[in-house]
């Protein structure tokens, strides 16, 4: 039988294969579906982490938050998505890496949260760069870390994002080397997708976001930038986690960077159209 093409596996395809245990970042998987950052806390922080997210909104685009203890959504209901059996995702074993802090300490990277879920946990699904990807393909833009079959660069930025309550912390942006010709197109391109990030915070000059080093990502791998290219960069869904982690909240489970939540939703619903 012939392998399917990642780029053309419907999501509950994928989600399976992270079920049982496949870890891999997801960009270029699920072609048109959109994807999800994941950030989990008890119900108790979870006002704060709202707030924070609204006061936040180009790095903390929420897409959903689900109900105290819910494990599914309606962005997860399987509908269209290729799944036999109508069965929803569930976002305990359906990404393909988690993290989980304790008093803002990573204690694990597990393939499933299922031993640590709690009745009292809420869950924010938060927009993804990924989204926009494939638009940008469309565009004649190129994507130095799909070539290299590694993971998109992120940074922790000198950028402080507004506080709410306990989360407070920095900026943290993704990059992708854009060759100068096509910075114009790149930020046309994903301004029309404001619910994903939308356009960049900054093109070229990293040291003004204070990142001395783009061969030392914080998270994902390193992707260098070759000469004619100019860096980009946009804001990152793993900005809440950054925030959390730093205000030390007693328990946080997070998908483990660029190891998205794939979801049942077709990118273009986050499409701004024009005439």
Do not use: K
């Amino acid at each position: 039988m012939a392998v399917p093409n990642l780029s053309d596996l419907r999501p509950a395809a994928a989600r399976a294969r992270f079920r049982a245990g496949l870890v891999t970042p997801t960009s270029g998987w699920c072609d048109g579906w959109t994807q999800a950052n994941l950030i989990t806390v008890p119900a108790d922080r979870a006002w704060d982490v709202l707030l924070f997210a609204q006061r936040n909104p180009q790095s903390c685009p929420v897409l959903d938050v689900l109900e105290a203890g819910a494990t599914s959504g309606p962005l997860l209901d399987g509908a269209g998505s290729g799944c036999a059996d109508g069965s929803p995702g569930d976002i305990r074993t359906d990404l393909p890496g988690y993290r989980v802090y304790r008093d803002g300490e990573l204690t694990e990277q597990p393939t499933d949260v299922l031993g640590h879920w709690r009745e009292d946990l809420v869950s924010f699904l938060i927009g993804c760069s990924f989204t926009f990807e494939r638009a940008l393909l469309a565009a004649g833009v190129p994507l130095r870390h799909l070539e290299r079959g590694s993971n998109v660069p992120m940074y922790r930025t000198a950028r402080r994002c507004r506080p709410a309550g306990a989360p407070a912390g920095p900026l943290v942006v993704s990059m992708r080397p854009v060759p100068a010709e096509l910075v114009s197109t790149a930020v046309a391109v994903t301004g029309r997708y404001p619910s994903v990030h939308g356009a960049p915070v900054r093109v070229g000059d990293p040291e003004a976001l204070g990142i001395t080093d783009l061969d030392r990502p914080d998270y994902g791998d390193p992707v260098p930038v070759d000469g004619g290219d100019v860096p980009v960069f946009w804001a990152c869904g793993v900005t809440p986690q950054a925030a959390v982690t730093e205000s030390r909240l007693p328990l946080v489970i997070a998908h483990e960077p660029g190891h998205m939540l794939v979801t049942d939703a077709r990118d273009e619903d986050y499409l701004i159209r024009t005439a």
